[in-house]
C-alpha cells in the first residue's frame, strides 16, 4: 500500500517535472535562427548589428534599437542572459540626444555597437559606427561612449575620423608619397582600382582622418584591444591598436585587403590564429559571407572559403555577420551571430544565430531551423580541434 503510494507520488512528480519542461521548451530553450525572439517580456528582441560582452557569468547583448526606419530615434539597447536563449530587456544603454547640436541627436546613424571592459579603468567601453544627422553616410566616423556599469547609461565620448596624420604599417614610404588625384580616375574602372590599392584614399583622407563605416571591436588575451572597419569607400578594412584605456586610437594600424570590398567585420580567436568573418558590400541585401585567418592581428590576413555552407550559403542563409561569440575557443566553438536585415520594416529584423566550428584552419557553419545549446556542448565534446 504504501509503496503504492511512493509510486502515484512520483509519477504525479514526473507530470509536473516534465510539464515544465515541456513549458520551457515551448518558451526558449532553442534557438530558432531567423524567427521572431521574444525577451522576457515577450517583445521581439531589438538589438540589430549587435554584440556580446560576457561578464561576472553574464552575457550582456548590446544593439542597435531599430523603428521603422534606419535613423536613430531611441539609441542603443541593452538585454542581460545567462543563458544565451532567454533574455531581459536592461533598456536602452546609450540614448540618443535632444539636443540638435549633440553628435548623437535623434535622426543621426548609430550602428553596430560593441562593448568591452577594461580591466584598468573598470570602465565598460562603447563604440559604435555614426554618422551625422543629415548627412546620410557621409560622415563616416566612429564614435566611443562609457559607462561605469554594463547596462548603462553610457555617457558619450567623442567621434573620430581614425588615425588622422598617421600611416599604416603596412605602406611603402612610395605610397605616401604618390601623387594620383582622385578627381581624375573614374569609378569602378581598373585606373581606380589600382589606385585605391595603391593607397588613394588613405593619402586623401591622411589629414582629417581616415574613413569608417562597418565596424567592431576585439580584445586580444593579452587585453590590448583593437578597432577593425571599413574604410577608404568602404572598399579596404582598416585594423587599428586602440590606446590602452580603449577610448582613442593609438596611431598603430594596418590596412587589409585593399579593394577587397569587406563590410561587416567580426573578429575572434582560436588558438593563437585570429579568424575574422565580413560580408560583402550590398547594403541591406545579403551576399556571400567571406573568411580570413591571421596569425597576428596586424597580419598578413589569408583569405579562406566562404564560412557558410549548404543552402543559401551563397547569401549566408540571408543574414550579415555582426559578431562571433566564444564558445568553447580551446576546442574551436562559436556562436556566429547575424543580422537578417528588414529594410521595409527595420524593428522586424531577424538575428540569424548558428554554431559555428573551426575545422582545419577553416571556420564553418551550416543552417539549422532550431537548435539548443546542449548540440553545441555535444558538438564541442565531439569535436577534436586542429
Ligand atoms: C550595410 C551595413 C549596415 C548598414 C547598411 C546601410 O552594408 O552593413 O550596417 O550600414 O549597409 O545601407
Do not use: C
Not at 560576457?54 to 544593439?63: I, K, L, M, S
Not at 533574455?87 to 536602452?92: A, D, Q, T
Not at 540618443?96 to 535622426?107: A, C, F, L, Q, R
Not at 565598460?124 to 557621409?138: D, I, P, R, S, T
Amino acid at each position: 500500500m504504501f509503496t503504492n503510494y511512493i509510486k502515484v507520488f512520483q509519477l504525479i512528480a514526473a507530470v509536473i517535472l516534465s510539464a515544465s519542461v515541456y513549458g520551457q521548451k515551448n518558451d526558449h530553450s532553442s534557438f530558432f535562427p531567423g524567427k521572431l525572439w521574444p525577451d522576457n517580456d515577450g517583445n521581439h528582441i531589438n538589438a540589430h548589428g549587435g554584440g556580446i560582452l560576457y561578464h561576472n557569468e553574464t552575457y550582456y547583448w548590446y544593439g542597435e534599437h531599430k523603428g521603422a526606419n534606419s535613423l536613430a530615434e531611441v539609441g542603443v539597447r541593452v538585454y542581460k542572459s545567462k543563458d544565451l536563449i532567454n533574455w531581459s530587456n536592461e533598456g536602452v544603454a546609450l540614448e540618443v540626444s535632444t539636443d540638435p547640436n549633440s553628435e548623437i541627436t535623434i535622426g543621426s546613424v548609430i550602428e553596430r555597437p560593441k562593448v568591452i571592459f577594461n580591466k584598468k579603468t573598470k570602465l565598460f567601453v562603447m563604440w559604435f559606427h555614426l554618422e551625422l544627422k543629415g548627412q546620410g553616410y557621409a560622415a563616416a566616423r566612429t564614435a566611443v561612449a562609457t559607462s561605469q556599469s554594463p547596462t548603462g547609461p553610457f555617457k558619450y565620448i567623442q567621434s573620430f575620423r581614425p588615425n588622422q596624420k598617421s600611416w599604416p604599417q603596412n605602406f611603402e614610404l612610395s605610397q605616401t608619397q604618390e601623387n594620383i588625384e582622385e578627381q581624375h580616375l573614374e569609378w569602378w574602372t581598373a585606373e581606380w582600382h589600382q589606385a585605391l590599392v595603391d593607397g588613394l584614399y588613405v593619402r586623401r583622407d591622411f589629414k582629417k582622418g581616415q574613413m569608417s563605416r562597418d565596424m567592431t571591436v576585439f580584445v586580444d588575451d593579452d587585453d590590448t584591444a583593437y578597432h577593425i572597419s571599413s574604410s577608404e569607400e568602404n572598399q579596404t578594412l582598416h585594423i587599428s591598436k586602440l590606446t590602452d584605456d580603449y577610448l582613442g586610437f593609438s596611431k598603430e594600424w594596418v590596412r587589409v585587403q585593399p579593394g577587397g570590398q569587406n563590410e561587416a567585420p567580426a573578429v575572434f580567436k582560436h588558438k593563437e590564429t585570429y579568424y575574422m568573418i565580413t560580408s560583402g558590400l550590398t547594403g541591406w541585401k545579403p551576399n556571400k559571407a567571406r573568411s580570413f585567418k591571421a596569425k597576428s592581428m596586424f597580419g598578413p590576413w589569408e583569405k579562406l572559403a566562404n564560412p557558410a555552407k549548404g543552402k543559401n550559403a551563397d547569401v549566408t542563409f540571408f543574414s550579415q555577420s555582426t559578431y562571433v561569440l566564444p564558445i568553447n575557443r580551446a576546442e574551436g566553438i562559436y556562436i556566429f551571430m547575424g543580422d537578417r536585415w528588414n529594410p521595409k520594416k527595420h524593428s522586424d529584423g531577424r538575428y540569424i544565430w548558428l554554431p559555428l566550428v573551426v575545422k582545419q584552419g577553416q571556420p564553418a557553419m551550416e543552417w539549422q531551423d532550431e537548435w539548443s545549446l546542449d548540440q553545441l556542448k555535444y558538438i564541442s565534446d565531439n569535436h577534436k580541434a586542429d
